[in-house]
């Protein structure tokens, strides 16, 4: 389940938020060490996929890394990041799989807004891959949860995905890709969202529609009493 | 798409596939290594995600995160891992997202077989949260898409996912969970898995579900020559 949010000042906090009221130029500087640090664990990951060093040299560099591994947590969360709010305002959520700065694992991938309409153009590796060459159903479906969710929020319906439908059209290249959602149709504090991931393809063919997705996403109930609230300039900045 | 593959030396060659013949032991004790380096990796990751250290901290780290890359890259592969098959014709998909042994996107998952039905048990930490403490609605989805492919497997039918349907019933609390998934029913090349993921409380009290899933699994053309040449003992051990 993906949440996505608006700004929240005007709302009661919802559940598990935390507020930090770290200023713009904390967070600005924050980010300029921890974003370059989240991509260089990026690359570790897709050489530790693709490597073929001997079984001594693994070893050599695991110990390496439980080191730098006990010196990020001599001071860290207890637990999960959350999502954190700064004094503008403005959301933090590290720790999300897909767009999170500080979360390796995120391809990552920042969402563009115009309008309504999100999009996204991104890479997925080897890291991301399922049948030889093809990125797996699972990364993509990952992927189009959060674009769809980020739509629902750029339509002012931000929401928890209730379900999401994924079809494969054909395989998805591991490589550069492209991204599109907006909302379909609005009833209640329910809204329906697709999206698809499409291939871009470097020598100006035509991009070939990969993967299709609808979503139906559910206002959460923190966010009903005041929708006026959730601004619509915010999403994709988090 | 994911594809879950049987013993495919029955078969012709799918594409993408390779047979670098290595024997049960060179992968035992290749396994030996690569298997504890992921799990580091895994911390590091989870660490990142939680760290708290001073900006300066975060860059003494980057930089040596960057010398174990170049070590890793002095011997890789060009490009993703693929599907690789040994001498006694079991397979290895270290790459892949929910269950690659050298992925440390990977949680990873470990999936049992009881006759036809799948299931697993493991944990999501900090690095798949979407809404604060809660699973990445995304992440729930890459699981199951995996997870109800290897069921497609286990009951005789391996394909390429066609759909993923995905309802959200709760929020996924983050921490150990249980999967589960079935053959539901089989149409031709075509076949209808049904899983889902609940809590795994430590108290001992009923479990919940959090996730259900419905996948439409196609039987890959490759694979339609000879079907009686996938072995059903096979999945689960990549």
Redesign the interface.
């Known amino acids: 389940?993906?949440?996505h949010y608006g700004r929240a000042q005007h709302l009661e906090t919802p559940?598990?938020?935390?507020h930090d009221e770290l200023t713009k130029a904390e967070v600005k500087?924050?980010e300029?060490?921890?974003v370059?640090?989240?991509d260089?664990?990026r690359?570790?990951?897709d050489?530790?996929?693709?490597?073929?060093?001997?079984?001594?040299?693994?070893?050599?560099?695991?110990h390496?890394?439980?080191a730098?591994?006990e010196?990020?947590?001599?001071?860290?969360?207890?637990?999960?990041?959350?999502?954190r709010f700064g004094s503008d305002g403005g959301y933090r959520?590290?720790?999300?799989?897909?767009v999170?700065k500080?979360?390796?694992?995120a391809p990552p991938i920042a969402f563009q807004r115009d309008g309504e309409a999100v999009s996204a153009e991104f890479e997925l590796?080897?890291?991301?891959?399922?049948?030889?060459?093809?990125?797996?159903?699972?990364?993509?479906?990952?992927?189009?949860?959060?674009m769809l969710?980020e739509a629902a929020s750029a339509g002012g319906k931000p929401g928890?995905?209730?379900?999401?439908?994924?079809?494969?059209r054909?395989?998805?290249p591991?490589g550069p890709l492209r991204g599109e959602a907006r909302i379909e149709s609005v009833e209640g504090v329910k809204s329906v969202v697709r999206g698809r991931l499409l291939t871009r393809p470097a020598d100006g063919s035509e991009p070939v529609v990969c993967?299709e997705a609808e979503g139906i996403f559910i206002l959460p109930r923190w966010a009903r009493q005041d929708p006026a609230g959730v601004d619509r300039e915010h999403v994709g900045e988090a």
Request: avoid cysteine; glycine fraction near 14%; hydrophobic fraction near 40%.
């Open positions: 389940m993906s949440t559940p598990g938020f935390v500087e924050r300029a060490a921890l370059p640090l989240t260089s664990v690359r570790l990951i050489a530790l996929v693709r490597t073929q060093v001997a079984e001594q040299g693994m070893e050599d560099v695991r390496r890394v439980d730098l591994t010196e990020l947590l001599a001071d860290a969360l207890p637990g999960p990041h959350g999502v959520n590290y720790g999300n799989p897909v999170g500080g979360n390796a694992i590796g080897p890291a991301y891959e399922g049948p030889p060459g093809l990125v797996h159903g699972g990364a993509s479906a990952m992927v189009l949860d959060q969710g928890m995905t209730g379900t999401l439908t994924v079809v494969y054909q395989g998805t591991l993967v």
